[in-house]
């Protein structure tokens, strides 16, 4: 599991001729501008290219940075936010530095078509990855070492993230400020940007229509807004059906049109990041935090706790919260 502290540390970003400045905008609004309201280091964020200088971007402007790949491996986080050619190999110079930076422990992260880098240097060899839906049977065809997942937001294997398409790229950046900062300070800089805090990675990225297509998804929102005001109770498909006045299996139909993903898949996200809040601002034993938000055993929410945060209920509260209480294991 990745472990190493990643406050005040340095980001890098590489840009490339004729790329689209959405992505280098993202990573640039969530790592690169100050925060001092934080009152803690922030990020340190250089763009770069393969080769310093001019860099022509989409639209005929030209940005011009004097950082190349020496500089773009040296940080602790690197950012590929895509790739000029999806059906090219990435230069050995690329590869090289990449494959330097993740032997020495760097966090090397990409965005959309960010990923066919990644692979050409084969850090997602026996990996899950993702990537644009629209990339993803091209990057399966030519890396068949990778699992290619095209039905989530992003993927956190530890040092190596991968994101879908564009916006996904914001849902992970602060993925990555929740991890190494805690929710409050992810939430915050969610807020300064006017978008969700926090969409799970394992949301689907395409979904065939919006809720406010059919009449059905208001008594589907409501059921759902019911659920986030009472996840202590014990709730099922079929609870939430009869609170959206519909049966079982067309609850699921539209819970599922509408999401991209089941109920209780998207109950169980909610539990967690429920908990967060108890985690970081109380002293609760895991046990009681586990009960709060609906799991009906501590076992089970350190699990799906685990697996959704890639740490432990009691080494979150460590890093983020209050000081550990009796029995918080």
Sequence with gaps: MYQVERRGE??????????????????????????????????????????????????????????????FAAAGTLIVPGVPDVRADPSPALVAALRTAHARGARIMSIC??????????????????????YAELLR??????QVDAD?????????????????????CLHVIRRDHGPAIANAVARRL????????????????????????????????????????????????RRAHMSARTYLRHFARAT??????????QRVHASLALLETTGTPIEEVAAAVGFDSPVTYRHHFTRAMRTSPSAYR????????????
């Design 113 to 134: 078509s960010g990923a066919f880098a990644l692979a050409g240097a084969g850090l997602l060899d026996g990996r899950r990855a993702t990537t644009h839906w629209r």
């Design 152 to 172: 989530v937001l992003y993927l956190d294997d530890g040092d190596v993230l991968t994101s879908a398409g564009s916006a996904a790229g914001l849902d992970l």
């Design 194 to 241: 006017v978008v969700q805090p926090h969409r799970d990675g394992g949301q689907a990225q395409f979904i065939e229509a919006p809720v406010a297509d059919d009449p059905a998804d208001d008594r589907l929102a409501r059921s759902m807004e019911w659920a986030l005001g009472n996840l202590a109770e014990p709730i099922t498909v079929e609870v939430l059906a």
């Design 10 to 71: 340095r980001v890098t970003v590489l840009a490339f001729d004729g790329m689209s400045v959405f992505e280098l905008g993202i990573v640039s609004e969530v790592f690169g501008l100050p925060r001092p309201e934080f009152d803690r280091p922030w990020y340190d964020l250089t763009i770069c290219a393969e080769t310093p200088g001019p860099v022509r971007v989409v639209g005929g402007a030209t940005l011009h940075t004097e950082h190349g790949l020496d500089t």
């Design 318 to 329: 460590k890093a983020f919260g209050a000081d550990e209480a009796p029995g918080a294991v």
């Design 260 to 269: 991209g993903t089941t109920p209780i898949r998207w109950l169980i996200g």
């Design 141 to 146: 065809a030519r890396h068949p070492h990778v």
